[in-house]
């Protein structure tokens, strides 16, 4: 039977997603990319209305495409409004997150037995991590491994305690495994989760966050170790110490901020101010001056004025990021921000363009700040004739392959950014 599984969100889907495809494959399925299939799978996300409306446009284009196959939709967007999508014609089954990997249903269809269409279980009577390991190749340069689920934040716009559970940490000789496996063929590890930051507040013998990356550093030697988002909190010197002292670490470091006004974080339900979040920075350019600091912004939160935007831009051009990942507000019901008092759509545009131009300059000046500094890129794609990767603090490096013929996807190569005679470029330099 040809399965074709759609993912839809973040990084997390698409790990899970990586998982069920190999365990499907290991039971004869075919995965395929192709739009025609047999079985359908959507892997939703909830994060917003939007991202509802993505997921129930998916399940109507496999309908009009495939009219008579079996289509499957699970995850977030399934957890929470299990009841409407149990009503969509375009609807076989219904899997929340608890059972999202469990193939057993598809093994069921395969020899022509009945399944209920509804596999939906309250996620937050489940307090253990349900481990899945990937050991399939999850694409040609980077591995990815989940080390936890669920999130305890309860921020006032965000759904995801109610989808995804609360935390619950990977086992720590399990995550090793994986990393055993990685190392063979990933030039760079992604250590991912739905709050990676929490890791180990589930657990009683007092491993963190901290220890899981020494642990899969030391375990794939040869991998670059690259984190997914964090919380703040997260931000210590003794776990910056930690990090400083891993040569595969990747100095890049993805805080989620949110907001610049301490009136709207507030509002948020965020659990830090605009002075603690600073520090926290500042600390982190202590230990490594030349870190890729990212972040997310949400612009139009309920209630937020114009004064509250100024003081946003105002405290992006302080922290100096090195890219921004704008979001306007976008109303998720079931949270106590969908009862605020909403931003004028207009407005939230262009607040967002105004965001986009800050965000462009800040990258710019963060690019030209590694002029003649050496780093080193991970090679992940040919574009157009140019090879194609990222820097370990996350600069966009782009090479012409007609110079370099001998360097190959999936290579670390040494690299430095350039300006001779009013002309950019990237260059590769000789190995140390």
């Known amino acids: 039977m040809r399965v074709k599984i759609k993912t839809l969100g973040c990084k997390v889907n698409y790990v899970e997603s990586l998982a069920l495809a190999e365990k499907l494959q290991k039971e004869g399925f075919e995965i395929v990319d192709d739009e025609v299939c047999d079985i359908f799978i959507l892997n939703s996300c909830s994060v917003t209305n939007e ?6 446009q998916a399940l109507s284009r496999n309908r009009k495409i495939n009219p008579d196959n079996y ?31 469990d193939i057993e249903y598809l093994k069921k269809l395969k020899s022509g037995e009945f399944v209920l269409k509804d596999q939906v279980h309250d996620i937050s009577n489940y307090k253990e991590f349900e481990d899945e390991p990937l050991y399939g190749k999850g694409n040609k340069t980077r591995g990815f491994i989940k080390i936890e689920d669920g999130c305890n934040n309860f921020c006032s716009y965000c759904i995801i305690p ?13 995550i090793e495994n994986e990393a055993n496996y990685l190392k063979n063929y990933a030039k760079e590890i992604v250590v991912t989760g739905i709050e990676v930051a929490s890791y180990g507040e ?30 703040i909190s997260i931000i210590t010197e003794d776990f910056l110490k930690r990090l400083k002292a891993l040569d595969n670490f990747c100095e890049h470091l993805h805080l989620s901020l949110q907001s610049g006004s301490d009136t709207i974080l507030k509002a948020m339900n965020r659990k830090y101010n605009k002075a603690i979040f ?11 001056p030349n870190a890729g600091i990212t972040t997310d912004i949400i612009t139009g939160f309920p209630e937020e004025t114009e004064a509250n935007h100024e003081e946003t831009i105002s405290y992006l051009k302080e922290i100096m990021f090195s890219r921004i990942h704008i979001f306007p507000y976008s109303i998720r019901k079931g949270t106590p921000a969908a009862g605020m008092k909403q931003v004028d759509g207009n407005i939230k545009n262009r607040r967002k363009k105004e965001l986009e131009t800050l965000n462009d300059k800040l990258e710019r000046d963060f690019l030209l700040k590694q002029q003649n500094l050496e780093n080193y890129a991970l090679i992940e794609d040919v574009t157009d004739g140019n090879l194609v990767g990222y820097t370990d603090n996350y600069v966009r490096v782009s090479l012409p392959q007609s110079e370099y013929p001998d360097i190959e996807q999936n290579e670390i190569v040494p690299v430095m950014f ?12 000789s190995a140390k």
């Open 162 to 174: 109610y989808a995804r559970g609360r935390v619950r940490s990977r086992d720590m000789d399990s």
């Open 278 to 288: 600073k520090e926290k920075v500042d600390m982190i350019r202590n230990y490594f």
């Open 418 to 429: 350039k300006i001779e005679g009013g002309e950019e470029k990237w260059i590769v330099c």
């Open 71 to 101: 289509s499957i939709i699970m995850g977030c967007y399934s957890q929470v409004s299990k009841d409407e999508l149990l009503d969509n014609k375009n609807v076989n089954l219904v899997l929340g997150n608890k059972n999202k990997l």
């Open 51 to 56: 991202s509802d409306k993505k997921s129930r």
């Open 202 to 231: 589930d657990l009683k013998n007092g491993v963190k966050l901290i220890d899981v990356v020494e642990k899969i550093a030391h375990t794939a030697p040869n991998s670059r170790i690259r984190m997914s988002s964090l919380e």
